[in-house]
């Protein structure tokens, strides 16, 4: 039996129209001819999706009783009975009630899938398995059903069904999606506008890396291994030489020039760990890639063009960008065609550029021989070859006859192999040449000469001088090998450990340090800036010279030295020590960010306020200024006669102004002690109802004008108690201001995400949506001119006020008409105490 196929319909949240379009879908199929019925679909109530369901064949649900409920569910058996050519199942992630065949619906779907019937389904994005925690961190709700990313994987077709966060807000605005009573909870919460922008934006990423995984599967399964250019991808190889970062940029210049280029930096290490770049090189190169926007990726293979090839060609690589080798012309010559080379004839349809730089080989340079064993090892091997050829010749002469010739050879060859085991390639040399010169001279006809009479002797003599070279010079490499192997143990060792103790949350910087000190085994390490110390690590003495072999001295970055002091450091350690100087940087430079973060959110905070108090402080000003003038100036008038009402009427006036006055030249005062550092924003954990309830007191406002709905027991904000009551009385008055005549507004505490939402909603005329930011605009008071609302400071000071304190004040429509202002603020971290709460605020 052929397996049925899964058709999926992806939404970024509920309400998109998934299902809608499921059923279209089931109608056009039905229309061709095709057996179509209604497994399950959920039409929540919403009259437009019952309208296209209609004229479908629908089987009957199951019936099923869960403590003490009827519950309804897909009838899997009836449906596997009907046997249709397709079936429409909603809710893919919906968990099964208890007592069915499966715990749930994608399982139930799987059935019919292997029955051969075709499904076509709906999903939101929250319900994807793998993106469970993600989605978390957006909504701040944990989702219970989900599907595993591997059902998702295996439909034959994932079909997204977008809609932009305005229209899907609108929509629910409208009650197309939820009831009226749901709205505004769904409007606060998960139907945020950011909760939705980010759902489409995650929803969009998934079904894009679904596309290019399909590529790469369609690619892999008929094997296509030339590129397709779907977008540009530009692999930079690097050896961890200087050369990488000209590479770096030019690979992404390259990148840069396409929409959607990927850079992506890659580097080969040898199979046997003993090929190492400067890891202070290569580790600046890798900060360098991320700077860029690229990702480093690390391979490891013995044959390093065919490893770049294939790296190219598993990301679908369209250039590939390499440098001009380094090796010098000479050592080209004799090992053939570089990396380069090799590179450009493997690769293919891949477009290969080959970058010069300064670090490239330009002359004819001899190759250079080091040694891998120390100065004590070497001269120990001079004194072996020196002390063992006498000693070895003379018991050979003792016993020297004509049939003696190979013994005596082979005698010296091991001699040469010893003088390499112990001291390396140089004294091996020198015990090769001397035992060919003592060979001729004791051994090879006429003795006691340099000279060879048979020719055939002398190409002997020559041979095994070549001989004894070269086994010198294998077992050199074996040394170097061996030691260089080691060296790569103990710094691989000791890169682990540091990033280690950052991981379990040790500060970076003296993990470092410690690190270091420990690694090198110093007796003291320490981090300098300009005269102070960063960090110190071991104990010091009193006074250290400079010139002390034991003392060393390191740049870090351009201000800042690292200081190591009780031995000698070798070149070897130094090597190593770039790294932890590279590392040592971008610690630094994360820690003084950090400082200098926090330094500025106390600065940016007090300067929101006063912003927002000196823009709103001169439309204010005005208005009490000009009715107190004009009230006294009245009264002083010895051509008008006042009544006594009329001289009370005025007296108020003048004493209204100016008690407003009074209250704005104390704001300018707060500013005045802002400026001067004095006074900032005073944050601490505050009940919302201590500052709702003064709010009301100070605008004389009660049940009649407000409804409260407060927890008996909410979470405690932080913010500025005097700062958040200015807040509520603007909010408040321009709610009650607004809202007809005869309706309360309503003022509702909520926690979300934590974080506290206090909503101020009326259902008055509302804002139109393009004139919603005007009225965070100073002198922007939409119509608010009379002089019975009072002065206020302003909805542009409020939210100035409110992100002072770390919050944000937004607006949203009131279902049915009018306006919520949305306040929100962090939650602190404690509660209330039970009864906290006033009974008056509690029963609103």
Same mark, same amino acid.
């Given at each position: 039996m052929t397996r049925g196929q899964l058709r999926v319909f992806l939404g970024a949240a509920p309400g998109v129209g998934k299902t809608y379009a499921m059923l279209e879908e089931g109608r056009r199929l039905r229309d061709e001819g095709s057996d179509v019925v209604v497994a399950l679909v959920e039409t929540h109530g919403r009259a437009g999706t019952a309208a296209v369901a209609e004229g479908l064949e629908t089987v009957p649900r199951a019936v099923l009783h869960h403590r003490g409920l009827e519950l309804q569910e897909m009838d899997l058996p009836a449906v596997l009975a009907r046997a249709p050519e397709y079936a429409l199942v909603d809710e893919l992630a919906h968990t099964n009630v208890p007592g069915l065949k499966h715990e749930k619906r994608w399982q139930d779907v799987q059935a019919l899938l292997d029955a051969g019937i075709n499904v076509l389904s709906t999903v939101n994005i929250q319900h994807i398995d793998s993106l469970n925690d993600v989605i978390e961190q957006i909504t701040g709700t944990l989702q219970a059903e /989900?599907?595993?990313?591997?059902?998702?994987r295996g439909a034959e077709q994932v079909e997204l069904v977008d809609l932009t =966060?305005?229209?899907?807000?609108?929509?629910?605005?409208?009650?197309?999606i939820y =009831? !009226?009573?749901?709205?505004?909870? !769904? *409007?606060?919460?998960?139907?945020?506008?950011?909760n939705l922008t980010a759902l489409r934006e995650l929803a969009l990423l998934w079904l894009a890396d679904e596309v290019d995984s399909a590529l790469n599967r369609y690619r892999e399964e008929h094997g296509i291994s030339r590129k397709w250019e779907a977008r540009e991808r530009v692999v930079v190889a690097l050896t961890g030489g200087p050369e990488g970062r000209t590479l770096l940029r030019r690979g992404a210049r390259i990148a840069a020039r396409s929409a959607g280029g990927k850079l992506l930096a890659v580097h080969v290490s040898g199979a046997d760990g003993l090929r190492g770049p400067e890891p202070g090189e290569l580790a600046a190169q890798r900060l360098l890639v991320e700077k860029l926007g690229g990702s480093f990726h690390q391979v490891v293979g013995n044959d390093v063009p065919h490893a770049l090839v294939d790296f190219a060609r598993s990301v679908n690589a369209t250039q590939l960008v390499v440098g001009v080798s380094r090796r010098p012309r000479i050592a080209a010559l004799l090992s053939g065609p570089g990396i380069g080379a090799t590179v450009i004839r493997e690769s293919g349809d891949i477009d290969v550029h080959m970058v010069s730089h300064s670090a490239a080989a330009r002359t004819l340079v001899l190759p250079q021989f080091g040694s891998a064993l120390s100065l004590r090892r070497r001269l120990l091997g001079f004194g072996f070859a020196l002390v063992g050829g006498p000693l070895l010749t003379a018991g050979l002469v003792s016993a020297r006859s004509a049939e003696t010739i190979t013994g005596d050879v082979l005698s010296y060859q091991l001699l040469v192999i010893l003088v390499a085991l112990v001291g390396g390639i140089w004294p091996a040399l020198f015990a090769a040449l001397l035992s060919g010169l003592t060979l001729d001279f004791f051994f090879i006809q006429p003795l006691y000469t340099v000279t060879v009479a048979t020719p055939s002797h002398m190409l002997a003599l020559g041979l095994y001088v070549v001989n004894a070279m070269l086994v010198s010079y294998?077992?050199?490499?074996a040394a170097r090998r061996a030691r260089t192997a080691r060296r790569s143990a103990s710094e691989s060792e000791l890169l682990a450990s540091v990033a280690g103790s950052v991981l379990r949350g040790e500060d970076a910087l003296g993990a470092l340090v410690s690190r270091t000190r420990e690694a090198f085994n110093v007796s003291a390490a320490r981090m300098r800036s300009e005269g102070e110390d960063l960090y110190t690590d071991g104990d010091w003495p009193d006074s250290v010279s400079p010139g002390d072999p034991a003392f060393t001295r390191l740049p870090v970055g351009e201000r800042c030295f690292l200081d190591l002091w009780g031995r000698e450091l070798a070149a070897s350690d130094?090597?190593?020590? !770039?790294?932890?100087?590279?590392?040592?940087?971008?610690? *630094?430079?994360?820690?003084?960010? /950090?400082e200098t973060a926090r330094g500025l959110g106390s600065l940016a905070e007090a300067d929101k306020v006063r912003t927002a108090l000196l823009a709103a402080v001169g439309h204010d000003l005005r208005r009490p200024l000009t009715a107190a003038t004009a009230a006294v100036t009245g009264l002083r008038a010895t051509d008008v006669t006042w009544s006594e009402r009329d001289r009370n009427e005025l007296l108020a006036t003048a004493e209204e102004s100016l008690a407003s006055l009074s209250? *704005?030249?104390t704001s300018l005062l707060d500013v005045s002690r802002l400026q001067a550092g004095v006074v900032g924003v005073s944050l601490e954990p505050l009940n919302v109802a201590d500052a709702v309830l003064p709010a009301l007191e100070e605008l004389e406002l009660g049940p009649a004008e407000v409804e409260l709905e407060i927890p008996a027991a909410p979470r405690v904000v932080l913010a500025d108690p005097v700062l958040l009551q200015r807040v509520l009385v603007n909010l408040l008055a321009n709610a009650v201001r607004f809202s007809p005549e005869g309706t309360r507004c309503l003022l509702s505490v909520s926690e979300f995400a934590g974080?506290?939402?206090?909503?101020?909603?009326d259902s008055g005329p509302g804002v139109p949506e393009q004139r919603r930011g005007e009225i965070f605009v100073p002198f922007q008071r939409l119509g608010d001119i009379d002089n019975s609302t009072g002065l206020g400071l302003g909805l542009a000071l409020a939210k100035g006020f409110t992100e002072g304190m770390g919050g944000t004040l937004e607006t949203e429509d009131t279902p049915g008409g009018g306006l919520t202002m949305v306040l929100s603020l962090p939650v602190a971290t404690r509660r209330v105490?039970?009864?906290?709460?006033?009974?008056?605020?509690?029963?609103?």
């Amino acid at each position: 039996m052929t397996r049925g196929q899964l058709r999926v319909f992806l939404g970024a949240a509920p309400g998109v129209g998934k299902t809608y379009a499921m059923l279209e879908e089931g109608r056009r199929l039905r229309d061709e001819g095709s057996d179509v019925v209604v497994a399950l679909v959920e039409t929540h109530g919403r009259a437009g999706t019952a309208a296209v369901a209609e004229g479908l064949e629908t089987v009957p649900r199951a019936v099923l009783h869960h403590r003490g409920l009827e519950l309804q569910e897909m009838d899997l058996p009836a449906v596997l009975a009907r046997a249709p050519e397709y079936a429409l199942v909603d809710e893919l992630a919906h968990t099964n009630v208890p007592g069915l065949k499966h715990e749930k619906r994608w399982q139930d779907v799987q059935a019919l899938l292997d029955a051969g019937i075709n499904v076509l389904s709906t999903v939101n994005i929250q319900h994807i398995d793998s993106l469970n925690d993600v989605i978390e961190q957006i909504t701040g709700t944990l989702q219970a059903e /989900t599907v595993p990313d591997a059902v998702l994987r295996g439909a034959e077709q994932v079909e997204l069904v977008d809609l932009t =966060p305005q229209s899907l807000r609108g929509r629910l605005a409208d009650g197309v999606i939820y =009831p !009226a009573e749901r709205v505004d909870a !769904a *409007l606060s919460n998960y139907f945020r506008l950011g909760n939705l922008t980010a759902l489409r934006e995650l929803a969009l990423l998934w079904l894009a890396d679904e596309v290019d995984s399909a590529l790469n599967r369609y690619r892999e399964e008929h094997g296509i291994s030339r590129k397709w250019e779907a977008r540009e991808r530009v692999v930079v190889a690097l050896t961890g030489g200087p050369e990488g970062r000209t590479l770096l940029r030019r690979g992404a210049r390259i990148a840069a020039r396409s929409a959607g280029g990927k850079l992506l930096a890659v580097h080969v290490s040898g199979a046997d760990g003993l090929r190492g770049p400067e890891p202070g090189e290569l580790a600046a190169q890798r900060l360098l890639v991320e700077k860029l926007g690229g990702s480093f990726h690390q391979v490891v293979g013995n044959d390093v063009p065919h490893a770049l090839v294939d790296f190219a060609r598993s990301v679908n690589a369209t250039q590939l960008v390499v440098g001009v080798s380094r090796r010098p012309r000479i050592a080209a010559l004799l090992s053939g065609p570089g990396i380069g080379a090799t590179v450009i004839r493997e690769s293919g349809d891949i477009d290969v550029h080959m970058v010069s730089h300064s670090a490239a080989a330009r002359t004819l340079v001899l190759p250079q021989f080091g040694s891998a064993l120390s100065l004590r090892r070497r001269l120990l091997g001079f004194g072996f070859a020196l002390v063992g050829g006498p000693l070895l010749t003379a018991g050979l002469v003792s016993a020297r006859s004509a049939e003696t010739i190979t013994g005596d050879v082979l005698s010296y060859q091991l001699l040469v192999i010893l003088v390499a085991l112990v001291g390396g390639i140089w004294p091996a040399l020198f015990a090769a040449l001397l035992s060919g010169l003592t060979l001729d001279f004791f051994f090879i006809q006429p003795l006691y000469t340099v000279t060879v009479a048979t020719p055939s002797h002398m190409l002997a003599l020559g041979l095994y001088v070549v001989n004894a070279m070269l086994v010198s010079y294998v077992v050199d490499a074996a040394a170097r090998r061996a030691r260089t192997a080691r060296r790569s143990a103990s710094e691989s060792e000791l890169l682990a450990s540091v990033a280690g103790s950052v991981l379990r949350g040790e500060d970076a910087l003296g993990a470092l340090v410690s690190r270091t000190r420990e690694a090198f085994n110093v007796s003291a390490a320490r981090m300098r800036s300009e005269g102070e110390d960063l960090y110190t690590d071991g104990d010091w003495p009193d006074s250290v010279s400079p010139g002390d072999p034991a003392f060393t001295r390191l740049p870090v970055g351009e201000r800042c030295f690292l200081d190591l002091w009780g031995r000698e450091l070798a070149a070897s350690d130094r090597r190593l020590l !770039a790294v932890i100087t590279a590392q040592l940087e971008a610690a *630094l430079e994360h820690r003084e960010l /950090t400082e200098t973060a926090r330094g500025l959110g106390s600065l940016a905070e007090a300067d929101k306020v006063r912003t927002a108090l000196l823009a709103a402080v001169g439309h204010d000003l005005r208005r009490p200024l000009t009715a107190a003038t004009a009230a006294v100036t009245g009264l002083r008038a010895t051509d008008v006669t006042w009544s006594e009402r009329d001289r009370n009427e005025l007296l108020a006036t003048a004493e209204e102004s100016l008690a407003s006055l009074s209250g *704005l030249v104390t704001s300018l005062l707060d500013v005045s002690r802002l400026q001067a550092g004095v006074v900032g924003v005073s944050l601490e954990p505050l009940n919302v109802a201590d500052a709702v309830l003064p709010a009301l007191e100070e605008l004389e406002l009660g049940p009649a004008e407000v409804e409260l709905e407060i927890p008996a027991a909410p979470r405690v904000v932080l913010a500025d108690p005097v700062l958040l009551q200015r807040v509520l009385v603007n909010l408040l008055a321009n709610a009650v201001r607004f809202s007809p005549e005869g309706t309360r507004c309503l003022l509702s505490v909520s926690e979300f995400a934590g974080r506290v939402e206090i909503r101020v909603i009326d259902s008055g005329p509302g804002v139109p949506e393009q004139r919603r930011g005007e009225i965070f605009v100073p002198f922007q008071r939409l119509g608010d001119i009379d002089n019975s609302t009072g002065l206020g400071l302003g909805l542009a000071l409020a939210k100035g006020f409110t992100e002072g304190m770390g919050g944000t004040l937004e607006t949203e429509d009131t279902p049915g008409g009018g306006l919520t202002m949305v306040l929100s603020l962090p939650v602190a971290t404690r509660r209330v105490p039970a009864g906290g709460l006033p009974d008056q605020a509690a029963a609103g």
